[in-house]
């Protein structure tokens, strides 16, 4: 008999998990709420600027094995662009200084050691500040691990650990911030490498996942929402979609692959990250000016993070809830008040768009880190995926794909946590080098 996996989520968690499932021969069916595919992750064409925009800037490192190993099984044809090194420029808007930070690729970090790769002002033994980070218990937030203060902090520390966690730093748990510097800073300069979508976050990582899975079978059904799972005594026996119920036969599993905030309505007693923090994004259409780089980060502005993309200039601020209810032309004034000043781009605003995402992340701080559960539940055949399930990294691509792939391997019986660990490893942790869909700035390289 033909069993089907039904996974409820079109976002890269859900995504992940069809591509290995598929790839195993299952029969999949994805189902998502909205119209397409992508969730937290997607372009759209914005009626406004006439152009396709990203619903927010995405950032990645080249340490981001799980996200760059489901680009290269999906076959997408347009891959990530960075540097070929982790090179990471900052400009202060306080001072009007610019610098650039310059890792070099191996373990140990000699960088620090010379003036013109670290931060302006800073000495190498500053850089040893965050290693109690890495020895804290889980309920510690990063506050009390470290000092949150001093130029140092404000010029590396903060921006890197705010653009992670989507939380200030100082409230937010040392445990999720720990495993994101041995990812990156302590992993080497080659797990640094910072990785743009400059094609869109459709065209990269939606879309071919989407040709992958219709190859392999799968079924797509948009426009439904889950609103209830029957559920028997220890396994799920339907889907609830509202006009459309789906059977699950004895053969069959679901996914749940939906956001926090949806998932405790759906299996009782499921205990999820409750808050959650906003990020904003405001895009121009500009042609950004050749000299600038292609991402600049910001200290002491309003904006944190520049994107500079062939048709428009786009800016990313982290934990924004505060600016939530500010009007939405003054909003971009503002913001593109600082582009303006940066980039020597006239002062006058060009067309503009401000996107909103109230719940871009969950609130990473040590309560909420503490309510993630595993891909397992007390239910037979029903599995979660999702970036607030207990990936061990901040709500991010990285972790959406990782558990699209933990569930995966918890449907196949096999050890969720040992199965990652084992393909981490075969990564070189992270990059086989070529074998990846990388690109260099502005030129393509395909996937394998
Ligand atoms: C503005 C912004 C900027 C970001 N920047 C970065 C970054 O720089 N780097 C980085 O790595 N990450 C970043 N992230 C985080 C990243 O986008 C998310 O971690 C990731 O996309 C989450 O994927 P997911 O599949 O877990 O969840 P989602 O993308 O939220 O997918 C869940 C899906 O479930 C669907 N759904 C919800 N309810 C139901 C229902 N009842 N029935 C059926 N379907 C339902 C939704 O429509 C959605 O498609 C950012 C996020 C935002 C919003």
């Not at 640094?192 to 071919?208: K, W, Y």
């Not at 944190?304 to 809830?321: K, M």
């Not at 600082?338 to 719940?359: A, C, F, H, M, N």
């Amino acid at each position: 008999m033909a069993t089907t996996v039904h996974i409820v989520g079109a976002g890269l968690a859900g995504l992940s998990a069809a591509v290995r499932l598929a790839e195993a021969g299952r029969q999949v069916a994805v189902y998502d709420a909205a119209k397409i595919a992508g969730g937290r992750c997607r372009s759209y064409l914005d009626t406004a600027l006439g152009i396709t925009i990203d619903n927010g800037n995405h950032l990645l490192l080249s340490g981001n094995w799980a996200a760059l190993d489901f680009l290269a099984r999906i076959g997408s044809p347009v891959g990530l662009s960075g540097p070929d090194a982790a090179n990471f420029p900052f400009a202060d808007l306080a001072t009007g200084r610019r610098w650039t930070l310059r890792l070099n690729n191996g373990r140990l970090p000699w960088w620090i050691l010379d003036a013109r790769r670290r931060v302006p002002g800073s000495r190498a033994w500053n850089y040893f500040a965050p290693i109690r980070i890495l020895r804290a218990p889980s309920s510690t937030t990063v506050g009390e691990a470290m000092v949150c203060a001093g130029p140092l902090y404000e010029r590396l520390w903060r921006p890197v650990l705010l653009a992670a966690l989507n939380t200030e730093p100082s409230e937010a748990a040392a445990g999720l911030a720990a495993q994101i510097l041995r990812e990156t800073l302590v992993a080497g300069g080659h797990a640094c490498r910072p990785l743009i979508a400059m094609a869109g976050l459709s065209a990269t990582f939606v879309e071919p996942a989407l040709r992958f899975l219709v190859s392999k079978g799968a079924s797509f059904h948009f426009g439904w929402r889950l609103r209830a799972i029957g559920l028997a005594e220890d396994r799920p026996k339907e889907l609830d979609f509202g006009n459309v119920r789906i059977a699950i036969g004895p053969q069959d599993a679901v996914v749940l692959a939906v956001p926090a905030w949806v998932a405790p309505d759906l299996i009782p007693g499921l205990q999820a990250p409750a808050s959650s923090r906003a990020i904003v994004n405001a895009h121009f259409r500009v042609e950004p000016p050749p000299d600038v780089p292609p991402v600049l980060g910001i200290i002491h502005g309003l904006t944190e993070w520049h994107f500079a993309y062939p048709n428009r200039f786009s800016v990313t601020i982290s934990n924004a809830d505060r600016l939530l209810d500010e009007p939405r032309r003054a909003l971009a004034r503002a913001i593109w008040r600082e582009v303006s000043i940066l980039t020597g781009l006239p002062y006058d605003l060009p067309p503009w768009q401000i996107v909103k995402e109230r719940r871009a992340t969950f609130a990473a701080t040590p309560i909420e880190a503490s309510k993630r559960p595993t891909a397992r539940t007390r239910f037979r055949d029903l599995v979660l995926a999702g970036d607030w399930t207990a990936t061990g990294l901040p709500a991010t691509i990285e972790g959406a794909v990782r558990s699209g792939y933990a569930a995966a391997s918890a449907l196949s019986g096999a050890s969720a946590a040992k199965q990652l660990q084992a393909e981490a490893a075969k990564q070189g942790f992270g990059l086989a080098h070529g074998q990846h869909p990388l690109r260099s700035p502005r030129s393509t390289v395909r996937s394998p």
